[in-house]
């Protein structure tokens, strides 16, 4: 059968084979021979690597990978099976799935299906059998890149199969957050007592990062990416956040004007990932796209406040151009750059010095992953009683 097409117009057909030839094809030309693996047939998206270890059903299920094929570096996936409890939003959001050794039986107390089953009902098609090693290897010295994956009848001459993806869309450019959203307000209610109220924009946000903010005593109110400044106050809110997603922070307008009217009120501000990213261009910074970005559940940041080092979960291929050093004036007041990569010196972070307001380029809710910046949450709630006192 056919699955209906994604948002990005790939038509998948769905079939479970994972003894099937497959082929990847990247937009340089270069290929890599398979096996089928979830469902049959063909996709489109940018071809990325994540490093994490762990975690793979929190990667699949982050809103953030909408319109990217994923390739695994860890080269045993899926031992553990999938369960109904680790989803971070409501499907699967890579448009493809490559790995090198694919579990042949998954154990684990809590799995209640194989990954290749999900794959598989959720019409995602994947790759398996590859050398995921020299994969990274060539996108790392060639960078992120268009890729398409065929199997089955979507097989055909490699010549024409290369042509099919250098037509697909690229991502510089691209405006998703629509795309992931959710289409309706919902609240996440305090757990506990409750002590503030937070409007989040949602922008791909993952199921745990709201779950983090309850654990605090906050009602979150999570608002569609297109939300209006009207329709932000209007659940009174004492702290204003704006959540990871996909696509280009250059194409992102509305988000960046809903921000700069947040920032004239002087509301408390958080901001993650993509909120980052909104935030620098908010202040009037240019964003670019990285080479091959950050993805993956170990990433070294520093927090320049503290000169603490911090192990933290990343995805994201674009980042803020700021100056390192030094505060920096803004229409909004000063503001610093507050965090950085140990890797590459890549912004990770920015804070403002007149008003309450700050934001991270990665993940501290870490899940999948490590806990050591969950303290920016306890940060947050900080901002919010000062602003409240």
Known sequence: MTAPADPAGTARTVGRGRKEPAVLVLEDGRTFRGRAYGAVGETFGEAVFSTGMTGYQETLTDPSYHRQVVVMTAPHVGNT??????????RIWVSGYVVRDPARIPSNWRSVRSLDEELTDQGVVGISGVDTRALTRHLRERGAMRVGIFSGAALADEAALLERVRKAPQMKGADLCGEVSTDQPYVVPALGEKRFTVA?????????????????????HVLPATATLEQVYAVNPDGVFFSNGPGDPAAAEHPVALMRGV???????????????????????GTFKLKYGHRGINQPVQDRATGKVEVTAHNHGFAVDAPLDGAFDTAFGRAEVSHVCLNDNVVEGLRLLDRPGFSVQYHPEAAAGPHDAAYLFDRFVTLMEGQRA
């Not at 099976?81 to 409501?90: F, L, Q």
């Not at 989040?200 to 979150?220: F, Q, S, Y």
């Not at 990213?277 to 009037?284: C, S």
């Open 81 to 90: 099976g999938v369960n109904d409890e680790d989803p971070e939003s409501r």
């Open 200 to 220: 989040a924009i949602d922008l791909g946000i993952k199921g745990m990062t709201p779950h983090r903010m309850a654990e605090r005593g906050i009602e979150v």
């Open 263 to 285: 920032l004239e009120r002087g509301t408390p501000l958080f901001g993650i990932c993509f909120g980052n990213q909104i935030l620098g261009r908010a202040l009037g910074l």
